[in-house]
């Protein structure tokens, strides 16, 4: 299963972006979808996440400003992020698992795409 980003970029203070990654491959199902996100320097972190049923949760620091959503048909995920600062740079990673059309589980990574927020 292979996972590809989209949406990265060179942004203000304050400004907006929005991330999407699609997966493809033998998807037999998916089941939680989430992003991470690493800084120079610094290990990589859990953004947020969202479950087949839509539940979602938030590390603290990006609550009330990112929104991640899915489309299980087009089996993308997104994230929507606002109000963003330069502490939120960093290479953003999409994951997700579920199970192969031969019933095996899977659990893959996106490449990365890199959000530079400038002050």
């Known amino acids: 299963v292979q996972l590809v980003e989209s949406g990265g970029g060179l942004v203000q203070a304050g400004g907006s972006l929005r991330l999407s990654c699609t997966a493809s491959?033998?998807?037999?199902?998916?089941?939680?979808m989430g992003w991470y996100r690493q800084a120079p320097g610094k290990q990589r972190e859990w953004v947020a996440d969202i479950t087949s049923g839509g539940l979602t949760n938030y590390v603290d620091s990006v609550k009330g400003r990112f929104t991640i959503s899915r489309d299980n048909a087009k089996k993308t995920v997104s994230l929507q992020m606002n109000s963003l600062n330069p502490e939120d740079t960093a290479v953003y990673y999409c994951?997700?698992?579920?199970?192969?059309?031969?019933?095996?589980?899977?659990?893959?990574w996106g490449q990365g795409t890199q959000v530079t927020v400038s002050p």
């Open positions: 491959g033998s998807i037999f199902s998916m089941n939680t």
């Open positions: 994951n997700a698992g579920g199970l192969s059309r031969t019933i095996r589980p899977f659990d893959s």
